[in-house]
């Protein structure tokens, strides 16, 4: 079963630092990985995706995130964060069996940002 | 319209009652799947639609919890006997296909007293 560990509970940054957020998972094959911005009273937000092929990915709001297979990890970096991006995120792992893509979620990390 | 909607926002209901959420996808989506989320935790996922059925209900926790989709398009989440452990927010999402992004609804807070 694939299963996710965003290790830190809280992150505090100030606003234009830089920001690294981390997410080990676990799963026998090769991943589907994906990273959510949750905001108060918002839904969940896809920010990036891993499928296949290039291990930097790109997303929305100026993160990325980069694979590493040798340590099952796909940890979120922004170079400079803003005060609106303080939310909580997620990191999730999806399976293929059958195509579903059904995400597992890590228990998230929730970003505070200091002026 | 726009994005996946979700109705109520709220629902408060007594321990033993029954309850109905709904869950409006984005048009033209296929794929609709419930979550739970828990104060503190990820989404948890209950069920996955694929059309007008269960493609995977392997998340529902007991046989008090059941979905439907008759028309393929809006959804329902039916909880039968409510527990105080069922207080959650419950979240939707659809994707226009099974392996696209899934847009999530805002959820409903559900509170059992």
Redesign the interface.
């Known amino acids: 079963a694939q299963s ?1 560990t965003q290790p830190d509970i809280h992150i505090t940054v100030s606003e234009g630092a830089s920001l690294e957020l981390r997410c080990n998972y676990s799963y026998g094959a090769t991943p589907y990985l994906f990273w ?1 911005v949750q905001s108060p ?6 920010l990036l ?1 891993y499928f296949s092929g290039d291990t930097l990915v790109q997303g929305i709001k100026g993160f990325e995130a980069e694979f590493k297979r040798s340590q099952s990890s796909f940890n979120l970096r922004k170079p400079s964060v803003h005060w609106s991006d303080a939310a909580e995120y ?1 990191c ?1 792992v999806g399976a293929h069996p ?11 990390t929730s970003l505070i940002v200091h002026p | 319209g726009a994005g996946v909607s979700q109705t109520p926002s709220n629902k408060v209901t007594e321990k033993g009652k029954y309850v109905e959420l709904r869950c409006d996808p984005i048009s033209g989506h296929t794929a609709l799947y419930w979550y739970r989320q828990s104060l503190g935790q990820g989404p948890e996922f209950l069920i996955y639609f694929q059309g007008t059925g269960a493609a995977d209900d392997s998340g529902l926790p007991n046989d008090r919890f059941f979905a439907v989709r008759p028309e393929g398009s809006v959804s329902t989440l039916k909880i039968q006997r409510t527990e105080r452990g069922d207080s959650a927010v419950y979240l939707c999402a659809s994707s226009s296909r099974q392996a696209d992004t899934q847009y999530f609804g805002p959820g409903t807070r559900l509170t059992v007293l």
């Open positions: 996710v959510y009273g918002q839904g969940l937000q896809l995706k997620f999730a059958g195509g579903s893509y059904i995400p597992t979620f890590g228990r998230g």
